[in-house]
């Protein structure tokens, strides 16, 4: 029974001191609500007057995991640094034609891969603070390296101002290059911490926010939905 008491005063005393909160790490998932609707584009004229179809299915939204660090060492604002990745894959037809619109230069049916790799900084504040429950809000940069998807002006872009030419190279995997980005993000959320135990749980919204593309996608603004599990705070 004395055991039992002392260890209960012990974890009282570490969850309520400022070192429980300097530093946690854990991991999170959920999806990014950037659904795309299947698109269909049926002789389309490039600027070196050669023509392009191009049908594409729907895209639900990608889902997304990843890890974070979290620093609570400073005043009142909390710092995370974290890595996610989100991923969809989706069909994609897709043919290049000649001048004449009659022969076929180059022809696709595949699948491609919607998504993006993330890097970022977050700060965080509370603005409620219950005995179980922390509301927080802040915002933050993000490093985005995103898979564009395939449209008529991204192929304008590749074969007329990149020169790209050739079907191994307008393979999806080739043509859904990588492009990294900087972007700024805002979030809000609410974290559920249980009474001496080191870990909580938390959802959280965060708004995307990239700047344009010249691929014609309208894929820079976007919501995240995010649930975490943090140990050791």
Avoid at 61 to 78: C, E, K, N, Q
Avoid at 129 to 156: D, F, K, Q
């Amino acid at each position: 029974m004395r055991r039992i008491l002392t260890l209960s005063v012990l974890l009282l005393l570490i969850s309520t001191s400022p070192a429980w909160a300097i530093f946690s790490f854990g991991v999170h998932g959920g999806f990014d609500m950037n659904a795309e609707d299947a698109h269909t584009l049926a002789d389309a004229e490039l600027s070196d007057n050669t023509w392009v179809a191009i049908e594409r299915d729907e895209i639900t939204a990608p889902l997304m995991g990843g890890g974070h660090l979290r620093f609570g060492a400073l005043p009142i604002v909390d710092l995370e640094f974290g890595f996610e990745a989100s991923v969809r894959k989706y069909h994609v037809s897709y043919q290049h034609l000649d001048t004449n619109n009659i022969d076929i230069l180059e022809t696709i049916d595949d699948d491609a891969y919607f998504g993006r790799i993330t890097g970022y900084v977050s700060a965080k504040i509370n603005v409620i603070n219950l005995p179980l429950i922390t509301g927080y809000a802040g915002g933050g940069l993000g490093y985005h390296v995103m898979a564009p998807l395939i449209s008529r002006e991204l192929l304008e872009k590749l074969i007329i101002e990149d020169g790209v030419s050739g079907e191994d190279d307008l393979d999806p995997a080739e043509i859904l290059a990588k492009e990294g980005t900087l972007g700024t993000h805002l979030l809000a959320g609410l974290s559920f911490k249980p009474a001496f135990l080191p870990l909580a749980l938390s959802v959280e919204g965060r708004y995307n926010m990239l700047p344009e593309n010249d691929y014609g996608d309208e894929t820079n603004r976007f919501i995240s939905l995010v649930f975490g599990l943090d140990i050791g705070f």
